[in-house]
C-alpha cells in the first residue's frame, strides 16, 4: 500500500518538487498543491487533510502558517531555505557580475549565513539578513530590501518569496530568489517518508496501560463501610472495562487500586485524537469524584510496553498524581499530556550521558541530542559527507564534529570508503 503525501507551496517550489518525487512512486503518491498567496496554505491544508499521511511544505513560511491555525494529526514537514538553496542563489548572483558581498536577505538564519560566509572565506560585513517574522506582507518585505538598495548599502536583494521577488522586480531592484533544489526536496521527503513508517509502525505496537487511583488507601478511609469501598472498586472496573472495549483492549486487575489495559497503538489512537487518556482521567474525576494516574507505554513485546508504562506512571505519580506520561520504545517519556508545561524527553540516564559527552566535547546539548537522534535513525556508521548530510550542516562542520568526538573517545574510524578520483572517505563509528 503507497502512502499519500501533499506537496503545499508557491507553484514554481511545488513543480520542482513533484518532479523529483516522480523518484519515489513506489512508495508513495505525491499530491501537488500550489498556492498563489501564502494564506491559501490553511484553505489546502484543510480540504485536503483527509486524504494524505504526510504534507511537504515549500518552505518555513507557509509552515509556520498553518500550524498557528491548525493541529496536524500527520507528519508535517518543511524544506529549508538553506544550504544548496544559498549557494544557488549567491551563484547566479555572482555570475550576474553583483558583488555577493553587499546583498540583503530575507526569511534565513543568521547563523547560518554567517557560517557560509565563513566557508566561502568572503566579509559578511555588508549583508544584511531579516529573519522569518510572521505578520510581514509580500510589500513589507520588498520595503526592506527596497530601503536598503535605495541607500546604496546593497547591490542586490535575496527573497525566499515569490511575491516579494515579484514586487522588487516591479520596483527595479536586482533580486534573486531562493527556490528549493533537487537534494534538499530528496532529503525532505526521505524523512516524510521514515516519519510516516514510523507513524504506521506505533500503530502496529503493543500499547500498555497502568491506571492508578491516587491516594487509594487515604479515599477509601472516607466510606463508612465496606459496602461502600465495593462499589467504588465496581465503579472503577466499569469505567476502565468500557474504556478496554473501546480500545479492543484486554484488562487486568493488579489489586484494589490498579489495572492493566493490554491494546495495541493504532487502538489507542483511534479510541481519541489525543489518544483518549485526558477522556479516561476526565471520567475517572467526574464520576468517582477522585484522582488517577496513568502511564502509557509503546513497544514490539508486551514485556517491554508494560515496563515503559510503569515508568510513565511513576512520572505521573512524581509530577503530583491526575495526569498521564508517554514512554516509547527509544525511551522518550512525553508528559503530563494535557497540561499547559508539557515535556518531552529521554530517560535520565541518557540525560546524563548526553550532558556528560557535551561538557567533554565542548559541543552543546542540543548538537549531541540531534547526533543521538541521527544514530537512532542511520545507525552508528557514518562518513563527514553523511553525517553533514543528515544534520543539515557544511562538511567542514561535521569533519570538526567528528573529530571532536573522536578526540575523546565517542567515536573511532573504521574503515574507508572511496568514490572514484579523489582521497577515500573515512567511516566513523560512532559509540555515544
Not at 511537504?56 to 518543511?78: C, D, N, R, T
Not at 548538537?367 to 543539515?392: P, Q, W
Request: proline share 2%; aromatic share 8%.
Amino acid at each position: 500500500m503507497k502512502f499519500t503525501i501533499g506537496l503545499i507551496g508557491a507553484e514554481d517550489s511545488v513543480t520542482i518538487m513533484d518532479k523529483v518525487s516522480k523518484e519515489y512512486e513506489k512508495e508513495a503518491v505525491f499530491i501537488p498543491l500550489p498556492y498563489r498567496c501564502k494564506e491559501d496554505a490553511i484553505c489546502l491544508a484543510e480540504q485536503h487533510i483527509d486524504k494524505m499521511d504526510a504534507v511537504i511544505f515549500s518552505g518555513h513560511v507557509p509552515y509556520y502558517i498553518v500550524m498557528k491555525k491548525m493541529k496536524m494529526e500527520i507528519p508535517s514537514l518543511y524544506l529549508p531555505h538553506s544550504g544548496t538553496s544559498i549557494y544557488q542563489a549567491l551563484l547566479k548572483m555572482k555570475n550576474s557580475g553583483r558583488n555577493i558581498e553587499k546583498v540583503s536577505f530575507d526569511n534565513v538564519s543568521t547563523t547560518e549565513m554567517n557560517e557560509i560566509y565563513e566557508d566561502l572565506e568572503m566579509s559578511s560585513k555588508n549583508v544584511f539578513i531579516k529573519e522569518y517574522e510572521q505578520n510581514l506582507k509580500y510589500q513589507e518585505w520588498a520595503d526592506y530590501h527596497t530601503n536598503l538598495f535605495r541607500n546604496e548599502k546593497t547591490e542586490a536583494a535575496v527573497t525566499c518569496l515569490k511575491e516579494t521577488s515579484k514586487i522588487l522586480q516591479r520596483e527595479g531592484i536586482p533580486v534573486y530568489r531562493v527556490l528549493v533544489t533537487r537534494p534538499l526536496i530528496r532529503q525532505v521527503i526521505e524523512s516524510a517518508l521514515y516519519e510516516v513508517k514510523a507513524r504506521k509502525l506505533r500503530h502496529n505496537q503493543i500499547a500498555v496501560l497502568v491506571v492508578n487511583i491516587d491516594e487509594f488507601k487515604k479515599e477509601i478511609k472516607k466510606f463508612p463501610s465496606e459496602y461502600g469501598v465495593q462499589k467504588l472498586k465496581l465503579d472503577f472496573h466499569r469505567i476502565l472495562l468500557d474504556y478496554a472495549e473501546e480500545t479492543k483492549g484486554r484488562i487486568f486487575s493488579m489489586g484494589n487500586d490498579e489495572y492493566l489495559i493490554f491494546t495495541t497503538g493504532g487502538s489507542l489512537e483511534n479510541s481519541s485524537k489525543n489518544h483518549g487518556e485526558i477522556t479516561l482521567l476526565d471520567i475517572i474525576r467526574k464520576k468517582l469524584k477522585m484522582r488517577a494516574s496513568v502511564g502509557i507505554g509503546f513497544d514490539t513485546t508486551a514485556y517491554d510496553a508494560e515496563h515503559n508504562a510503569r515508568i510513565g506512571l511513576e512520572h505521573a505519580k512524581k509530577y503530583g498524581g491526575d495526569c498521564l506520561f508517554i514512554v516509547d520504545q527509544n525511551h522518550r517519556i512525553k508528559g503530563p499530556l494535557g497540561k499547559e508545561h508539557q515535556l518531552e524527553y529521554r530517560l535520565a540516564s541518557l540525560e546524563e550521558k548526553i550532558i556528560s559527552v557535551a561538557e567533554k566535547t565542548k559541543l552543546s546539548v542540543k548538537s549531541v541530542n540531534r547526533i543521538v537522534a541521527m544514530m537512532d535513525k542511520h545507525g552508528c556508521k557514518v562518513t563527514a559527507k553523511e553525517f553533514a548530510h543528515y544534520l543539515r550542516m557544511t562538511e567542514r562542520s561535521a569533519r570538526r564534529i567528528l573529530g571532536a568526538l573522536e578526540e575523546k573517545g565517542y567515536s573511532k574510524i573504521v574503515g574507508e570508503e572511496s568514490e572514484g578520483k579523489g582521497r577515500p572517505r573515512k567511516i566513523y563509528e560512532l559509540q555515544l
